[in-house]
Nanobody
Framework: QVQLVESGGGSVQAGGSLKLSCAGS????????MAWYRQAAGKEREFVSE????????YSADSAKGRFMISRDNDKNTLYLQMNSLKIEDTAVYYC????????????WGQGTRVIVSS
């Protein structure tokens, strides 16, 4: 079955960086668009960034532009999110999603990895 496993979360000070990873299995990795979402405590899940199957097109939310970069390595079946200049408001559980788009919805979801940004 399809599995998405996120890793790389943790605690970091404001201004620092983290790189999240999402390993996919159980489907043809390069055939699916993938995305990162996040959910802060008490808030709804929000879109962060997405990329097409071959990684040729990416799109990010305004909150991520200029600070976060989504990428993928289809040889390693892994999606990444490089997060720089982290802010306290970036604190959330980050989820990867596969097969779909932000407009139409994603079919598969990971279990999430927690990111805590402190001052």
């Amino acid at each position: 079955q399809v599995q998405l496993v996120e890793s790389g979360g943790g605690s970091v000070q404001a201004g620092g960086s983290l790189k999240l990873s999402c390993a996919g299995s159980g489907y043809v990795f390069s055939s699916c668009g993938m995305a990162w979402y996040r959910q802060a405590a008490g808030k709804e899940r929000e879109f962060v960034s997405e990329t097409t199957g071959l990684g040729s097109f990416t799109y990010s939310a305004d909150s991520a532009k200029g600070r976060f970069m989504i990428s993928r390595d289809n040889d390693k079946n892994t999606l990444y999110l490089q997060m720089n200049s982290l802010k306290i408001e970036d604190t959330a559980v980050y989820y990867c999603a596969a097969c779909g788009s932000n407009d139409s919805g994603y079919v598969y979801w990971g279990q999430g990895t927690r990111v805590i940004v402190s001052s």
